[in-house]
Each structure stands twice: as structure tokens, then as C-alpha cells.
């Protein structure tokens, strides 16, 4: 009995390292679907669209671009003009006049 419970606590630590293994290649899956694949899908539609951008960072994507252009439309906050999308998403307006 004592020469079974060693290969039983082998097997089951086997067991254990192949979950952790396939858990941890579908994580990586996961994440490279969700941050490189999806991404890729998604502008080169825009781009059959004839809709371009400006190129994303890794993780952060046009965030940095979008909180600038927000921070200079709020310090020049004189709308004169109905126009209030340019004012709310100041950086649409820019990439519709660089990119389009």
C-alpha cells in the first residue's frame, strides 16, 4: 500500500501541471485574440471602408491623442457655433482633417 500512494500523488501532480499548462496557453490565446487579432479585424474594415487613423499603441491604443486634444479644447472653450461635437470629441474633428 505504501509503494501506491507515491505513484498516486505523481500522477496527481501531472494532472495538476497539464491543467496549469492548458490554462495558461488559453489565457495567452485569450489575450492575443482580444488585443492583436480582434484589433486588426476591426481597422482593416475601416480601412475597406476607405476610413483611416492614426496608428494605436499596444496597450493603451490613441488614449495619450485623446486626453491632449480634450485638455486643449477645454482650455479653448469658446464655442460660437452649434458645432457641439467638435467641441465634446475635439480629437474626431482632428483625425476627420489628417486622415480623411
Not at 500512494?5 to 490565446?29: C, D, R, T
Not at 492583436?36 to 499603441?57: A, C, D, T, W
Not at 482650455?75 to 461635437?85: L, M, R, V
Amino acid at each position: 500500500m505504501k509503494e501506491i500512494q507515491p505513484n498516486i500523488m505523481e500522477e496527481v501532480a501531472k494532472v495538476f501541471i497539464s491543467l496549469a499548462l492548458l490554462g495558461a496557453f488559453g489565457l495567452f490565446f485569450q489575450l492575443y485574440n482580444a488585443l492583436v487579432v480582434k484589433p486588426e479585424k476591426l481597422k482593416s474594415i475601416l480601412r475597406n471602408q476607405g476610413i483611416s487613423g492614426p496608428p494605436p499603441s499596444l496597450l493603451l491604443g490613441n488614449i495619450k491623442e485623446i486626453k491632449n486634444s480634450q485638455s486643449k479644447a477645454v482650455k479653448n472653450s469658446s464655442i460660437d457655433t452649434h458645432n457641439c461635437a467638435a467641441a465634446l470629441f475635439p480629437f474626431f474633428e482632428q483625425w476627420r482633417n489628417k486622415y480623411v
